[in-house]
T-cell receptor, first 114, second 116 residues
Framework: AQSVSQHNHHVILSEAASLELGCNYS??????LFWYVQYPGQHLQLLLK??????LVKGIKGFEAEFIKSKFSFNLRKPSVQWSDTAEYFC????????????FGAGTRLAVHP | DAGVIQSPRHEVTEMGQEVTLRCKPI?????LFWYRQTMMRGLELLIY????????DSGMPEDRFSAKMPNASFSTLKIQPSEPRDSAVYFC??????????????FGSGTRLTVV
């Protein structure tokens, strides 16, 4: 079965530190990849997505992610985090070509200290 | 567009009572999804509809859960009877093209259900 693994469950950083959150998926076919963010008490918001083309994807709020097909990975990065980035981050995968189920990883809780 | 609208935002009910969660998708979106979020299990897809027809309900935990979509603008998720372990945040999402560009998968604000 298709699954999504996020290796870091909790991450604590100081402001201005660099961030990298890992995401791996298990499906071997063509996939579409997403990162969502959930601020405390709020709903999920799309940060960025990858469908095809340049494997380095830039999203909102300075986030980017790199798709490495050989590693089945789609890691999220930000060079300098801010306190306002404190949130939970979810990696998600959907099989392309008519499969409609968005499968989420377990999430990574990021706490940024001033 | 007002986005995906869920009601109520919060629901507290006693064990054994019936609970009905509501969702209004974005107009024109053909797909509607119900997710449940808990600390233990994360985000789980319960069921999804395409053109008001349930396509995949393999995530529905048990017979106490049921979902309907009587028309393109309304869906319900019902739990009868409710149990404390059903306590979670339930999200509804709608989409025009889940797996193809232009991608659209918009989540509602969720319903926080507490069963005591």
């Amino acid at each position: 079965a298709q699954s999504v693994s996020q290796h870091n469950h909790h991450v604590i950083l100081s402001e201005a530190a660099s961030l990298e959150l890992g995401c791996n998926y298990s499906y071997g076919g063509t996939v579409n990849l997403f990162w969502y963010v959930q601020y405390p008490g709020q709903h999920l918001q799309l940060l960025l997505k990858y469908f095809s083309g340049d494997p380095l994807v830039k999203g909102i709020k300075g986030f980017e992610a790199e798709f490495i097909k050989s590693k089945f990975s789609f890691n999220l990065r930000k060079p300098s985090v801010q306190w306002s980035d404190t949130a939970e981050y979810f990696c998600a995968v959907i099989r392309s070509g008519g499969y409609n189920k968005l499968i989420f990883g377990a999430g990574t809780r990021l706490a940024v200290h001033p | 567009d007002a986005g995906v609208i869920q009601s109520p935002r919060h629901e507290v009910t006693e064990m054994g009572q019936e609970v009905t969660l509501r969702c209004k998708p974005i107009s024109g979106h053909d797909y509607l999804f119900w997710y449940r979020q808990t600390m233990m299990r994360g985000l789980e897809l319960l069921i999804y509809f395409n053109n008001n027809v349930p396509i995949d309900d393999s995530g529905m935990p048990e017979d106490r859960f049921s979902a309907k979509m009587p028309n393109a603008s309304f869906s319900t998720l019902k739990i009868q009877p409710s149990e404390p372990r059903d306590s979670a945040v339930y999200f509804c999402a709608s989409s025009l093209n889940p797996g193809t560009e232009p991608y659209g998968y918009t989540f509602g604000s969720g319903t926080r259900l507490t069963v005591v």
